[in-house]
């Protein structure tokens, strides 16, 4: 790995960092780090926010350096440190596509990516500012967009292996997830990414079971590729139904006149989740998140009453669809209709936790960009019609043509 030059550049840096924890010093002293550098292959789902921890640094060493290498021996490196040995950062400012700069965290010698994407797959070496190397991961960061889908209730199944007499790719699948809803209803989700078994693998790279290593690891031969491509990440939905939990009764006499009132109100409002207002234009694209979630959350959506199943709504269900849930467990409109104004409740982890109170406006007139979904769907359209009516002018006229050439003269 080339990575000398920023290795001298850093080599100033005797960064300490005091962490005085009497557990995490043990942990440090029991296990050895290899002789070796070896990467640990580790997969994961698009947008989920991961922690890589340092399993292993001398005794003496109170900061480390974490490196980033997209393919080995590359001359491109990217140190991941602000020059203090931790980066704390509030994963809620974090805008969806950033770069991982902007996106990573150092706490207690462990490194944290927040929403990963596609592009952060690679090598993340824990090492010093001197140059030395303690431990390596593989991460494999699968996509979520194009994903299978397999709906259980209407007998849909996962993907079939595919195996041949030199390798084998499958799927391995998570534990189901919680109910989405209570006392009425649910959905569970179950995450299947794709692995590959073959006894070719390079030596180098830690596997979870021998032989195996996720679909986009390095540890991969190149020759094997291009048959990856074709395969998809799973996921497969099934309906459950699960009580909601009982919430104790206070003892009698321990009521507030707060809590009182608090109450009739939102018995009178039918309103037992906060309310939020958003007043959004007509005709412009709009995305809901639910708070507080993240990708691995189990999360549902309403309309009022109408519950919004991922049988129906989920992205890639239909190509066509205005308003889908997509694998980031937001609720999201291509465009938005007179229809759309109501109120939407999210639920999280089988218990309802939000409504958006949605208002339609409309905004005053602007030059119109290319960006713009209406812009970009006109010019489709027109496009469209153009080339199909193009298409017949160019048959009529090669009709016309055979039929001049190839006329018989009548005698």
Known sequence: MKIISIVAFLSFLSMSFNYEIAEEESVFEKMVCPAFLV??????????TFELPCNCKPEEVNSVVWYFQKDLGHNETRVLTDFN???????????????????????????????????????????????????????DVQPSEGAHLAFIDIDQKPLSDMETATYKIFSSF?????????????????????????????TRYRTPMPHVVSCGSAAIPRRFRGILNVR???????????????TPSPLEGKHSIFE?????????????????????????PLTLMCPGTR????????????????????????????????????????YIEHDDKGIYYCWQQGKKV?????????????????SDPETQFAFKTVLTSYIFITAIFIVLHLLKCVRYFFKIPHN
């Open 260 to 284: 009182v009132v608090s109450a009739l109100e939102e018995k009178q409002l039918n309103l037992a989740v906060p309310i939020q207002y958003y007043s959004h234009p007509l005709g412009y």
């Open 174 to 202: 998570w534990a189901w997830g919680k109910c989405d809803r209570c006392d009425i209803r649910g959905e569970q989700t179950r995450i299947g990414l794709c692995y590959f078994k073959s006894q070719y693998l390079f």
């Open 232 to 246: 998809k990440t799973e996921v497969v939905v099934r309906s459950c139904y699960e009580p909601c939990p009982k």
């Open 39 to 48: 990467f640990e292959n580790v997969a994961y789902l698009a947008d989920m």
């Open 295 to 334: 990708p691995e959350h189990s999360v549902a959506w309403d309309k009022s009453t109408f519950q919004l199943y991922r049988s129906q709504y989920m992205a890639g269900v239909n190509k066509s669809m205005r308003v889908f849930i997509d694998h980031g467990n937001h609720l999201r409109f291509k």
């Open 85 to 139: 040995g931790t980066k704390i950062i509030d994963s809620s400012d974090i805008k969806t596509g950033s770069d991982i700069m902007n996106r990573f965290a150092i706490r207690m010698f462990s490194l944290i990516i927040f929403q990963s994407q596609v592009e952060d797959s690679g090598h993340y070496i824990c090492g010093s500012a001197k140059g030395d190397f303690f431990y390596g991961y593989d991460i």
């Open 354 to 370: 939000a409504g958006f109170r949605l208002s339609i406006s409309y905004r005053s007139k602007r030059a119109r960009k290319f």
